[in-house]
């Protein structure tokens, strides 16, 4: 990957799980990082699910290793924002284990 592919400035933020003034908790978003990147479609599809059509949107983006963008294994816990979109990131690799581009295969899930 070139460098220069990296166009697309984008958000990585982490689920988290607070506590609010009368002690309940409150699940939000914290930022983890705002980055270049470089975000492909990879592709699309619909169908009809209980009388409605829904359609799914994927996409790969791909930025500079960080350690820290290394998201922990756990369902729904990291997102990014791209713009009004939100991405939900459902794997992240390290590209060849060569410690140099992070590839993030995601789903669109709609604004934020």
Avoid at 29 to 54: D, H
Avoid at 55 to 75: C, F, G, K, N
Wanted: aromatic fraction near 8%.
């Amino acid at each position: 990957m070139d460098a220069g592919k990296l166009d697309r400035r984008i958000t990585i933020q982490r689920r988290v799980t607070t506590l609010d003034s009368y002690g309940q908790q409150s699940t939000g978003w914290t930022n983890i990082a705002t980055v270049w990147a470089n975000v492909k479609p990879v592709g699309g599809q619909e169908r009809m699910r209980s009388g409605a059509l829904e359609s799914t949107l994927t996409h790969t983006i791909m930025v500079r290793y960080q350690l820290d963008l290394m998201p922990a294994i756990e369902a729904d816990a990291w997102r990014i924002l791209y713009g009004s979109r939100v991405m939900q990131i459902t794997a992240a690799r390290d590209l060849q284990d060569a410690r140099r581009w992070i590839v993030f295969e995601c789903i669109e899930t709609g604004a934020e």
